[in-house]
């Protein structure tokens, strides 16, 4: 594991992870005696298929410092870049203690490390996109379609051989997680959505819908029929408008 890369999620558009852990984990990366890639956001980099995810997912062995495994694992495979977990270590910041994770990287004896920082392009260029979108988890999926048919903004479409995939990532309304509280199995995830349940990936069985799945009357109010007509009439919305 000595010459395994490290990939590193800085999450600099959200706050699900606090600074001052993000800071410290960093921080210990310096002397772990491995190459490190440290990105702004992994959620960013899988909306713009950035070829950083494959090169790890490529790698003989590899580890992953981000949010919960399972919704990162699907931002990867989303992104076109499947990853082995025999060979991908994947680390929870948001659920590990700093001391836990800066150990389970240490194989260098206080090595300093190879570091390199991915800068934030989008924001940079001042075409700033808060990358704010769902993942679906395709050993959930049932392909019910109810995402698909609810969401207003277009994110969803179907694939050749019929499933529902997410197309188009940057038509999401920041910090809208609707679609996943009417998944009848929670296969949505929100990785940056900033609470503890399988909407952000963390582990629960279909025994923990009861706590995150919302249905339509409770998200509308008891005249849903009417108030999901109404939406379907709205002229499209700001995509960076907040929810």
């Given at each position: 594991m000595k010459n395994a890369p490290i990939l590193f999620c800085a999450c600099s558009h959200a706050d699900a992870i606090p600074a001052e852990k993000r800071c410290a984990v960093a921080a210990g990366l310096e002397s772990c005696g491995r190459p490190v890639v440290i990105v702004p956001d992994v959620c960013g980099c899988a909306a713009r298929r950035d070829p950083v995810l494959r090169e790890i997912a490529d790698a003989g062995c590899a580890t992953v410092i981000a949010c919960h495994p399972r919704a990162v694992q699907a931002l990867f495979a989303w992104a076109g870049a499947p990853v082995d977990p025999a060979r991908v270590q994947f680390l929870d910041m948001r659920a590990e203690s700093v001391e836990r994770l800066l150990a389970a990287i240490a194989s260098g004896g206080g090595a300093p490390a190879a570091i390199k920082?991915?800068?934030?392009?989008?924001?940079?260029?001042?075409?700033?996109?808060?990358?704010?979108?769902?993942?679906?988890?395709?050993?959930?999926?049932?392909?019910?379609?109810?995402?698909?048919?609810?969401?207003?903004?277009?994110?969803?479409?179907?694939?050749?051989?019929?499933?529902?995939a997410v197309r188009h990532p940057d038509h999401c309304k920041n910090n809208c997680p609707s679609c996943a509280r009417l998944c009848p199995h929670i296969a949505i995830m929100f990785p940056k959505i900033d609470e503890e349940s399988p909407v952000s990936g963390a582990s629960g069985d279909a025994g923990a819908a009861g706590k995150v799945r919302l249905t339509r009357e409770q998200l509308f109010g008891a005249n849903a029929l009417d108030k999901l007509r109404a939406r379907q009439q709205r002229p499209r919305l700001l995509k960076n408008e907040h929810y």
């Open positions: 920082r991915e800068p934030d392009t989008a924001a940079d260029a001042g075409d700033f996109w808060r990358p704010w979108f769902p993942v679906i988890d395709y050993a959930r999926c049932v392909n019910c379609r109810q995402c698909l048919e609810f969401c207003l903004f277009g994110v969803y479409e179907t694939e050749a051989d019929g499933r529902v």
